[in-house]
């Protein structure tokens, strides 16, 4: 290597620093200060950086590293308030200067702290737009002279230095801002990402617990209030978190008023549900806004990952479920995700998984529940009702499969395949002479309901098993009526057209008005088995049974009653003109060939006891 010369000494610094950032800047300046006590012979020599906001100034690396160094560094951080004489000068300083040996606070600070003996210092500012950032600092035992060509030197370098500064403050502004909430200044979600990556990483201390919180009824407040009020609401809260949080808690805000913590102290689920009710408290507390004392109750899910087990997707995805059910709940409380929300997931996770193969390798199949008048005991309608042959679960209900079904676009693939085999086992009932005056109920997911093609495809399937679209009855549940009027009204009005009947099942349990019913071409409701089950023993639910009954009668609509257990609940029925029932009093949901033979004897004998009156003129 060439010898250095005073003035390559500058190039090669400059080739140093020049691909430095702030994840390298402490050891590539350490790099620099050893080139430079090497060079000009001294023996320590340090890098600070001012800090204006709290009039400090900090150290940013030294060479050689001091032995012992006391806890706290006295070094480390220096407010010019509290300091040596020296160093308050320069606080502002722009030119070098040389500090003697006579100077004896400063040579005090240094002294004692680096242990070197009887010194003297170059002090050489880092210089920004006319303003000193910090400072370059050479230490020597025993005195040196620094000729001007030299201090002129160890100006351009500390200009490199502070460019480096400049560069590496900007960076990191960026990423401050790449990784904060603007309303708050609390991390977001991708800053929250990344922690809990590093706190899951295997190795890491454990358990890790996170709380994801969610203000109830915010909306409400700014609807109210306005939206400034709102974020002022927001802010404040998130400034209570910050004050009352250990500061290296991580405090995160996906939007809205949405929040995840993660406490920086590992912690089992006792201790996080605790720390949870902490906040949960913190955050229910009134907040003044828009001169009004305002509180929101605040919900809080808690789950709890081991490093090297959960990923951050199942951690998060567990916190939330607890949100969910804590506010379901009634909200205002916190929840700890359960064995049996894990049960869920797995259920879930697996139903993803096997669902589709499911649809097509015959592992599906159709158990059917007759439909009587309870009269005669005749059996009018079928009911089609999926299940699932799981190759390890064994036979799974609806209620565990078909909402993840519609939770995955797998609905439709599901829902037609109900089609089809409802209308192949009744075509084939039929050429069997089973079928003649009975209905086959199909249920329909909301979602295929609002897919453009569905009326087409059930013109498809009608024509392909010679069934007109009459003796078809599509069951819809309240919800899909009141979530897209619009839209069901143009697949209804289309089904219509072929007269396939439309029931509306689980009534009672929506919010279909009286105005959606008359909106739309609904031809019968089903009485949810919820008010059926319990007629007999409620009078709030025989009111409601009534008045459903009542209005099916005022718009003429058919009425079903379903989940009838009890010969009271069936003998209350046709008390009140509902004649028409389902339930397990009557049938259970039943394999194709079981009920057939229901079929072949066309009713099932009940022994219901029923008043003359209630009979009608068919019963034999
Ligand atoms: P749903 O349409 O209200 O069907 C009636 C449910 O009540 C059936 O449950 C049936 O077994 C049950 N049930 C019948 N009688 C009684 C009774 O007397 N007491 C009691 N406690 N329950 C009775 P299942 O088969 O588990 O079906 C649950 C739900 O899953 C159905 O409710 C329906 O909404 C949905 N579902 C079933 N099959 C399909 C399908 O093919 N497609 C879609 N989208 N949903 C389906
Ligand atoms: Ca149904
Ligand atoms: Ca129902």
């Known amino acids: 290597m060439p010898r250095r010369t005073l003035d390559s000494l500058v190039t090669e610094v400059a080739a140093e620093l020049m691909g430095v950032d702030s994840a390298t800047m402490v050891s590539a300046t350490e790099q620099v200060l050893a080139m430079l006590i090497d060079y000009f012979d001294v023996d320590f020599s340090y890098l600070r950086h001012n800090d204006p906001k709290n009039r400090s100034t900090v150290l940013v690396a030294e060479w050689p590293p001091r032995q012992d160094v006391p806890e706290p560094d006295p070094l480390k951080i220096v407010y010019f308030d509290q300091a ?17 040996a006579s100077a004896a606070d400063y040579q005090q600070t ?22 000193s950032t910090g400072l370059l600092g050479f230490v020597k035992v025993g005195d ?13 370098i500390a200009t490199l230095f502070a460019q480096l500064q400049a560069r590496v403050e900007a960076e990191e502004k960026l990423r401050f801002i790449a990784l904060h909430d603007d309303l708050t200044g609390l991390a977001n979600r991708r800053a929250l990402l990344e922690h809990m990556e590093q706190r899951l990483q295997a190795g890491s201390p454990g358990p890790v617990a996170a709380f994801f919180l969610d203000l109830d ?47 920086a102290k590992p912690m089992d689920t006792v ?51 607890a949100l969910l059910s804590a506010k379901s709940g009634g909200g205002n409380g916190v929840a700890l995700f359960t064995d049996a929300m894990r049960a869920q997931f797995e259920l879930q996770d697996d139903v993803e998984l096997n669902l589709r193969s499911a649809v097509s390798d015959g592992s599906l199949i159709l158990h059917y529940q007759p439909e009587v008048d309870l009269r005669t005991g005749r059996i009018v309608a079928m009911e089609a009702l999926v299940r699932w042959m799981h190759p390890t679960r064994g036979l799974l209900p609806p209620g565990a499969f078909v909402t993840v079904a519609e939770a995955t676009n797998l609905a439709g693939e599901l829902g037609r395949w109900v089609l ?16 003649a005056n009975m209905v086959m109920r199909i249920n329909v997911s909301p979602v295929q309901l609002v897919s453009l093609d569905f009326v087409e495809r059930i013109e498809d399937i009608l024509r392909h098993f010679g069934i007109d679209g009459s003796s078809i009855c599509l069951e819809i549940t309240e919800h899909v009526v009141v979530q897209d009027l619009a839209r069901t009204q143009v697949t209804l009005r289309g089904l219509k057209r072929m007269g396939v009947q439309i029931a509306i099942d689980d009534f009672g349990t929506g919010y279909s008005s009286l105005s959606h019913l008359k909106a739309l071409p609904v031809d019968a409701v089903k009485i949810d088995r919820g008010f059926v089950q319990r007629l007999g023993a409620s009078t709030d639910d025989l009111a409601i049974v009534k008045s459903i009954i009542g209005l099916a009668g005022s718009f003429g609509l058919g009425v079903v009653g379903e989940g009838v257990e009890t010969p009271v609940a069936a003998r209350t029925l046709v008390g009140l003109g509902c004649y028409r029932a389902q339930g397990f009093l009557i049938a259970r949901p039943l394999p194709a060939d079981e009920v057939g033979e229901h079929l072949a004897l066309g009713r099932i004998p009940l022994n219901l006891d029923l008043p003359r009156t209630g009979r009608g003129p068919a019963a034999p």
């Open 84 to 100: 040596d004489s020296v160093f308050k000068s320069l606080e502002h300083a722009t030119e070098p200067f040389l500090i003697p």
């Open 110 to 131: 240094i002294h004692s702290a680096s242990g070197l003996g009887d010194i003297s210092s170059a002090a050489v500012p880092l210089v920004s737009r006319g303003r």
């Open 144 to 156: 040196r002279d620094w000729s001007t060509r030299e201090l002129n030197v160890l100006k351009a």
């Open 217 to 263: 009824r915010l909306k409400a407040l700014n609807d109210f209030l306005g939206h400034t009020a709102g974020d002022k609401f927001i802010r404040t809260l998130s400034e209570r978190l910050r004050d009352n949080l250990d500061p290296n808690d991580m405090i995160a805000r996906l939007g809205g008023d949405e929040f995840v913590i993660v406490p």
């Open 271 to 321: 201790a996080a549900e605790h720390e949870a009710t902490r906040i949960q408290e913190l955050i229910s507390r009134r907040v003044t806004v828009g001169g009004e004392s305002v509180s929101r109750g605040a919900s809080v899910g808690v789950a709890v990952g081991i490093p090297g087990e959960t990923t951050v997707a199942d951690v998060l995805r567990r916190a939330d479920h």
């Open 420 to 435: 089809r085999t409802a209308c192949a086992q009744f075509a084939q009932w039929r050429r069997q002479g089973l079928a």
